[in-house]
């Protein structure tokens, strides 16, 4: 099962467009609970390296902002494609990664690109709001924009 799923396993952080590793070179064993058994490693990756993300992910959206609601649909949409495309193969890899069934790991693959469906047409729903103003000869109108990059760490694990 691993062999057919190890093109999707990057053991790198992706950072500004490119797969690197810690700076410390350190890595974390990745197990499959079920088994026991050594999947991969995941870089330790440390301050200097978020804050090297966070400066690359701060200077692409710059762009990213500029890009329109349509095309941010189509993005999303084109990763629910991908994702429901390669559903089996992604749900061997959350088996060997997690320890659950297959059964239940494709369901969480498709439950995933739903969530990114879902978001990919309500994000073309980009409407402002009007709202009433305490002047009767004016309006308020409210704009939705990007506002800007956030790292955080949540205890969000599910759906993959």
Same mark, same amino acid.
């Given at each position: 099962m691993l062999q057919k799923t190890s093109h999707f396993m990057r053991q790198a952080n992706l950072i500004n467009g490119e797969w690197v590793q810690a700076d410390s070179g350190q890595t974390v064993d990745v197990?499959?609970?079920?088994?026991?058994?050594?999947? %991969?490693?995941?870089?330790?990756? %440390?301050?200097?390296?978020?804050? $090297?993300?966070?400066?690359?992910a701060e200077e692409a959206f710059k762009s990213w902002r500029k890009t329109t609601a349509l095309e941010r649909s189509k993005l999303l949409r084109k990763l629910h494609d991908a994702m429901m495309d390669n559903q089996d193969v992604l749900a061997e890899l959350l088996t060997i990664e997690q320890g659950k069934s297959l059964f239940e790991s494709k369901g969480e693959i498709g439950s995933a690109a739903a969530y990114i469906l879902w978001f990919a047409e309500e994000g073309r $729903? #980009?409407?402002?709001? !009007? *709202?009433?103003? +305490? &002047? %009767?000869? $004016? $309006? !308020?109108? *409210? #704009?939705?924009?990007? *506002?800007?990059? !956030?790292?955080? !760490?949540?205890? &969000?694990?599910? +759906?993959?």
């Open positions: 197990n499959n609970p079920a088994t026991g058994l050594k999947i %991969g490693t995941v870089p330790k990756a %440390g301050k200097a390296e978020t804050r $090297r993300a966070i400066e690359a $729903r #980009t409407y402002g709001d !009007i *709202v009433p103003s +305490p &002047w %009767g000869d $004016r $309006r !308020i109108l *409210v #704009t939705k924009e990007p *506002v800007g990059v !956030i790292a955080a !760490i949540t205890p &969000w694990n599910f +759906p993959s």
